[in-house]
């Protein structure tokens, strides 16, 4: 006898899998993500996870979750709110009661549902679902650790090791649900595991009892389907933020016909960028991990000055050790990509969470009239896109760049169509080629890009420095030469606009409300935007990816609209830059600082409030 | 046939005026460095020069080779990034006892627990100089300084147990006024692999005048200093009829031929000696106990950090079957949509 299951076609759906932070909920998620992907479906993830490597067990301070949306058109955004809670624990319910969407099902660990986790959890009674006003959610108990354990009865493992595979019962679990096969998962499951034997049997046997039993217990829970999504022809892989920059660097390198250096050191959530280029010793990285921030930047700037591509990569706090070091590179006009996961400050912040706050410090934050040239990518892949363009910039300039991405950025995934190096603009970077004609500080009439020679190079013997210097190189504190020397970096940073497109429009070319971003908030504003375009509502995006210098035709966008909206991660920073920059226009602004990306939701209302005004 | 490089100081020399005070002991060891490269055998161009901040930190402008005058403190971190993008360099690091050891302490003894191939010369005037007069980490306690009136309340480094406590391979100490032992301990620091330190006590004529002169005075010099060389006994004095022997696990000063004291007594000196304890000892002498060790005291080959960078790349590269960014990006997890 089968019972009929009822099947929901979904054009979208959004999961969130949480539970300790050591459950393993990262590699569920991530998972679960990459066998969507194969499936066709188009996909945005979302870990937010706490910054202690294991608070204390059963803890809200100690959830990890994982969100993940994916669906059969493009999908911009991990959701807002999730259809589907997997919760190892009540605290994980706990946690994520706010991000569910209303009447959504929650599947949970019963045999988790005790009064010692329930006093962890710091609920004030033994019906945490009805504590939390969760009444009308469709709530599936699991008794997952019990399941488990008797999925291994006949194993030789050790406890620890049992409650260690617990994620992989929900991971089977919601696989049976959303209709996905398990063989991806299986497949790297005997990659890692292969060599020992005990570790995968017991991870695909529980793997394939989560699935069984879900699909032994169909009539407790609907199965969701979602269709593939109509993508572009071509080679397809996930990647997050911080490896697309990474790649992007090495992209470049190879471009450029340079080597690639990286002094680095360990910050959330920017370590994988050095993590990614230390992989990558067989293409030539010489990866530095430093003895602090400021370390990290400097021996980049050596690296510069012996000719190679120099990166550094940091986050917020790390950025503001480097400053005094970046004047340098400033002052020296030497090449260099500063790469700058932001995350919430100020001070340590909120390490693993997102934010868009540290604008401000890399436009203005150093001793001097001291300008770099500032990009912001706007994806997880685009990442890839705007790091190497940023390298590029640095090159073919001799200036240094900043790389603004943040920690939604970095850490979320999505699928990206693999590009060919052929492809990519070519890069050439200013090398020196006469050395008879050789000054450090001549210059490109056009560009004000002076040249670079480097140690090794006979005949360009020169010296270079901190201190202010006459155009052949000389140190020299004549007021006059300061203040052309002031000019000639600034305005060099200036011209940069002619490497950088125009500002495109998304919607009406003109019209009541254009909506203005920056950064790593295009997926919400940009779905915010169509979704109310798809009803009617008249309104336009302007998404920045070049802040400094801003592209040449943003103030003929602007003037096209009656009343502008810049939406951003922290309480002004864009709107204040642009208010600065093109004072005849007036602004709105809506900022959001709570370490969490923009919801559609809320931002389709701001915007239908200033319409409607 | 490698082509034969005749350089001379003159080669070295660049056109910009040495600006540093009439009498100041930098002058001299300019001289000192610039005759080391011309006799260092290595292509002028393959030089680079990397500075901190302080008078000493002028240094790359008055050499004629590359040269990168930098910010105060990371001259260390700088050079270690120069050295390690391109380990064929020959790079020197000039730095001061307040660049180096005070705001650029963590990037000192990070580089020398690493192991660059780098040579520090470190200018100790136990004096900031260039902003006119407050004691450093190697001035004496309760000495007096603009910014410590009442004489200084803190004891000083010994640069030398600092290179020791890191880990270091290569330390070597000279003085500014005597230029052909100062020439001689450059090239040995120059010809080791790894990170070279060499303490220079150097004379600060305006803010600092004679702070080295006990030690520095030519006259008095064969007293009280001891020249000490690799396989060679630690024999000193004016008239060489003092050494250095172990007496119950510490150094001591005995006459030769005296309390029947023989010349196979004295220790031979052994710059190779993995074990830091007698080095430390050579380095902490001090007078009027001891005569103060100039020389190199330290050199043991060990592994280094630059070579091990190219080395492990090298093995990448031969292993791996990714050698171009598009086969990375086509490697892994990846799917087609037709």
Redesign the interface.
């Known amino acids: 006898m089968s019972i009929e299951t009822k099947v929901i076609e979904l054009e979208e759906v959004s999961i969130r899998f949480s539970g300790d932070s050591g459950d393993g909920m990262q590699l569920t998620g991530t998972l679960f993500s990459?066998t969507s992907?194969?499936l066709?479906n188009d996909i945005s993830t979302f870990p937010d996870y706490p910054s202690e490597i294991r608070a204390p067990q059963g803890t809200v301070a100690g959830v990890s979750g994982f969100q993940i949306q994916f669906g059969n058109k493009k999908v911009s955004t991990p959701g807002d709110l999730a259809h589907v809670l997997v919760a190892m624990n009540p605290a994980a319910v706990k946690a994520n009661a706010k991000f569910m969407m209303p009447g959504g099902t929650i599947f949970y660990d019963s045999d988790s549902f005790n009064q010692k986790n329930f006093e962890k959890a710091k609920f004030k009674t033994e019906d945490p679902f009805t504590e939390l006003n969760l009444l009308d959610y469709n709530k599936v108990p699991v008794p997952i650790t019990q399941l488990t354990r008797e999925a291994l009865k006949d194993l030789e493992i050790d406890n620890k090791s049992i409650l260690r595979s617990k994620n992989m019962f929900a991971l089977g679990l919601i696989c049976w649900v959303f209709s996905r096969p398990l063989d991806y998962i299986e497949k790297y499951l005997t990659k890692k595991f292969g060599k020992k034997e005990l570790v995968l049997e017991s991870n695909l046997r529980v793997l394939h009892a989560g699935y069984n039993y879900a699909w032994n217990l169909q009539h407790m829970t609907p199965r969701y389907v979602v269709h593939p999504a109509p993508?572009?022809?071509?080679?397809?892989?996930?990647v997050n933020g911080n490896y697309a920059t990474a790649?992007g660097l090495?992209?470049a390198a190879?471009k450029a016909g340079l080597?690639l250096?990286i002094?680095s050191y360990p910050i959330t959530p920017a370590t994988e960028v050095l993590q990614a280029l230390a992989e990558?010793?067989?293409?030539?990285?010489?990866s530095?991990q430093?003895?602090?921030e400021?370390?990290g930047i400097?021996?980049?700037?050596?690296?510069?000055?012996?000719?190679?591509l120099?990166v550094t990569s940091t986050s917020g706090p790390g950025f503001a050790l480097k400053s005094?070091?970046l004047?340098?590179s400033v002052m020296?006009e030497l090449p260099l990509v500063v790469v700058n996961v932001q995350r919430g400050g100020p001070s340590t912040g909120l390490p693993t969470k997102t934010e868009q706050s540290d604008l401000l410090q890399t436009l203005y934050g150093r001793n001097g009239e001291s300008p770099v040239v500032v990009v912001a990518a706007s994806t997880p892949s685009d990442c890839f896109h705007y790091a190497y363009m940023s390298a590029k910039i640095a090159l073919e300039r001799m200036v240094p760049v900043v790389l603004l991405t943040d920690g939604f950025l970095g850490n979320g995934t999505e699928p990206w169509k693999?590009?060919?190096?052929a492809e990519l603009p070519s890069i050439t970077p200013r090398i020196a080629k006469d050395a008879s004609k050789f000054q450090p500080y001549q210059r490109d009439p056009q560009t004000l890009a002076r040249e670079w020679a480097?140690?090794?190079?006979?005949?360009?013997?020169?010296?270079?420095?901190?201190?202010e210097k006459d155009p052949s190189g000389?140190?020299s504190h004549d007021p006059a030469n300061h203040q052309l020397m002031s000019e000639i970096r600034r305005d060099k940073v200036d011209r940069v606009v002619d490497m950088i497109p125009d500002l495109e429009l998304l919607g009406e070319d003109s019209g009541d409300l254009l909506v203005v971003g920056w950064g790593g908030t295009l997926g919400h504003l940009d779905t915010a935007v169509r979704e109310m375009h798809a009803n009617g509502t008249k309104l336009s995006l302007a998404h920045f990816n070049y802040i400094k210098p801003l592209p040449a035709n943003t103030a003929a966008v602007f003037s096209r609209f009656k009343n502008i909206v810049v939406c951003e991660l922290n309480l002004g920073q864009f709107v204040g830059y642009l208010r600065d920059k093109l004072p005849e226009f007036k602004y709105h602004q809506f900022n959001k600082v709570q370490g969490l990306p923009f919801t559609i939701h809320e931002l389709k209302d701001n915007f239908l409030k200033l319409m409607e005004e | 046939m490698p082509e034969t490089l005749n350089y001379t100081l003159k080669d070295f020399k660049?056109e910009?005026e040495v600006r540093w005070c009439p009498g100041c002991g930098d002058h001299a060891v300019l001289n000192g460095i610039q005759k080391a490269m011309a006799n260092l055998g290595i292509?002028?161009?393959?030089?680079?020069v990397?500075s901190g901040?302080g008078c000493s930190s002028r240094f790359?402008?008055y050499?004629?080779?590359?040269?990168?005058?930098?910010?105060h403190g990371?001259a260390a971190?700088?050079?270690?990034?120069?050295?390690?993008?391109?380990p064929?360099?020959t790079v020197w690091e000039i730095t001061g006892d307040g660049d180096a050891l005070a705001i650029g302490g963590?990037?000192f003894i990070?580089c020398i627990r690493r192991n660059i191939d780098l040579n520090i010369i470190l200018f100790n005037n136990k004096i900031y100089g260039l902003t006119k007069g407050q004691y450093s980490p190697t001035t004496d306690r309760g000495f007096v300084t603009k910014t410590s009136p009442m004489g200084t309340i803190e004891d000083p480094f010994v640069p030398g147990r600092l290179v020791l406590g890191a880990g270091g391979t290569f330390f070597a100490r000279c003085v500014d006024n005597n230029l052909k032992h100062s020439q001689e301990v450059f090239e040995e620091a120059a010809k080791f692999k790894g990170t070279s330190v060499v303490e220079v006590l150097q004379n600060c004529v305006i803010f600092n005048d004679g702070i080295h002169e006990a030690i520095s005075d030519p006259k008095t010099r064969e007293e009280h200093q001891i020249f000490l060389k690799h396989g060679e006994p630690m024999i000193f004095g004016n008239d060489r009829d003092k050494g250095l022997i172990l007496d119950k696990g510490k150094l001591r000063v005995v006459k030769i031929s005296e309390g029947g004291v023989k010349p196979e007594d004295i220790l031979i000196h052994d710059t190779t000696d993995e074990d830091g304890f007698l080095h430390q000892s050579l380095i902490s002498m001090k007078l009027p106990d001891f005569p103060v060790a100039m020389g190199v005291i330290r050199a043991v080959p060990s592994k280094v950090y630059d070579q091990a960078?190219e080395e492990?790349?090298a093995?990448?590269?031969s292993?791996?079957r990714?050698?171009?960014?598009?086969q990375?990006?086509?490697s892994?997890?990846?799917?087609?949509?037709?």
């Open positions: 990459d992907s194969l066709g993508i572009e022809k071509g080679l397809y892989r996930n790649w090495l992209a190879e080597e250096f002094g990558r010793k067989d293409l030539g990285v010489k530095f430093a003895e602090d400021i370390a400097c021996t980049s700037i050596g690296a510069a000055f012996a000719g190679d120099a005094e070091a004047g340098l020296a693999v590009p060919k190096m480097f140690p090794g190079m006979d005949g360009f013997q020169h010296r270079i420095g901190g201190l000389n140190v | 660049s910009n292509r002028h161009e393959d030089f680079a990397i901040i790359p402008y050499m004629s080779t590359f040269g990168f005058h930098t910010i990371r971190a700088i050079a270690s990034g120069v050295k390690c993008a391109n064929k360099l963590n990037h990070h960078m492990q790349i093995e990448a590269k292993k791996s990714i050698s171009s960014v598009d990375l990006l086509s892994g997890n990846t799917w087609t949509v037709e």
